[in-house]
């Protein structure tokens, strides 16, 4: 609202508008169908606060249909803008008042609620860490295990990958079309 206020007028000449500045969300909340300029009974508009109130009238379409009056409509914009400015300002003192009573009280409840998470928080510290010392002393015996089976299954891999390369390169040595040093055949 402090940045700019979206409208709709209508074809009536009434103003439409939310507390949000959304031309989409006017739409939706008026039930309005968003079909091509020249089949709709309204138009999307928007004002600019100035320090001396409202900017120029910006109308957000292409073109603008035959019942559109800028003056006369721009005229309404401006006093529902206006009306809805005033009531914004105490607005917007209200949501200060009640944005300073919020923190103050989340603020007060904050030390209690710290001393009862560390109430609760130390005995599951205690249990953790009694918990912790069989848990790593598992988890390294585990791991010793581990890697004793992963250095000797790469062993056995080896040992196996060697006797199979040697037996391919055996058999492919007696093929017609091999060429020394390659291990494909030739085409």
Same mark, same amino acid.
């Given at each position: 609202?402090?940045?700019?206020?979206? @409208?709709?007028?209508?074809?009536?000449?009434?103003?439409?508008? +939310? *507390?949000?500045?959304?031309?989409?969300?006017?739409? @939706?909340?008026?039930?309005?169908?968003?079909?091509?300029?020249?089949?709709?009974?309204?138009? $999307?508009? *928007?004002?600019?606060? +100035?320090?001396?109130?409202?900017?120029?009238?910006?109308?957000?379409?292409?073109?603008?249909?035959?019942?559109?009056? /800028?003056?006369?409509?721009?005229? $309404?914009?401006? !006093? !529902?803008?206006?009306?809805?400015?005033?009531?914004?300002?105490?607005?917007? #003192?209200?949501?200060? =008042?009640?944005? #300073?009573?919020?923190?103050?009280?989340?603020?007060?409840?904050?030390?209690?609620?710290?001393? =009862?998470?560390?109430?609760?928080?130390?005995?599951? *510290?205690?249990?953790?860490?009694?918990?912790?010392?069989?848990?790593?002393? #598992?988890?390294? =015996?585990?791991?010793?295990?581990?890697?004793?089976?992963?250095?000797?299954?790469?062993?056995?891999?080896?040992?196996?990958?060697?006797?199979?390369?040697? /037996?391919?390169?055996?058999?492919?040595?007696?093929?017609?079309?091999?060429?020394?040093?390659?291990?494909?055949? =030739?085409?």
């Amino acid at each position: 609202m402090c940045d700019f206020f979206s @409208a709709i007028v209508t074809r009536d000449h009434r103003v439409l508008f +939310t *507390e949000e500045d959304s031309h989409e969300t006017i739409i @939706a909340r008026a039930g309005l169908t968003d079909t091509l300029l020249h089949g709709r009974a309204w138009v $999307r508009v *928007e004002l600019r606060p +100035t320090a001396e109130g409202w900017g120029p009238l910006v109308v957000e379409e292409t073109t603008t249909p035959g019942w559109w009056d /800028t003056v006369t409509d721009g005229d $309404r914009v401006r !006093v !529902v803008a206006d009306r809805v400015r005033a009531a914004w300002a105490p607005f917007v #003192a209200a949501r200060a =008042a009640g944005q #300073a009573t919020f923190e103050t009280t989340c603020a007060t409840a904050w030390a209690p609620y710290e001393a =009862a998470r560390a109430a609760a928080l130390a005995p599951f *510290e205690t249990a953790r860490a009694a918990a912790w010392a069989p848990y790593d002393a #598992a988890a390294v =015996a585990a791991w010793a295990t581990y890697d004793a089976a992963c250095v000797a299954a790469w062993a056995t891999s080896e040992v196996t990958r060697a006797a199979a390369l040697a /037996t391919y390169e055996t058999v492919i040595r007696t093929m017609d079309g091999y060429v020394p040093g390659e291990r494909t055949r =030739a085409s």
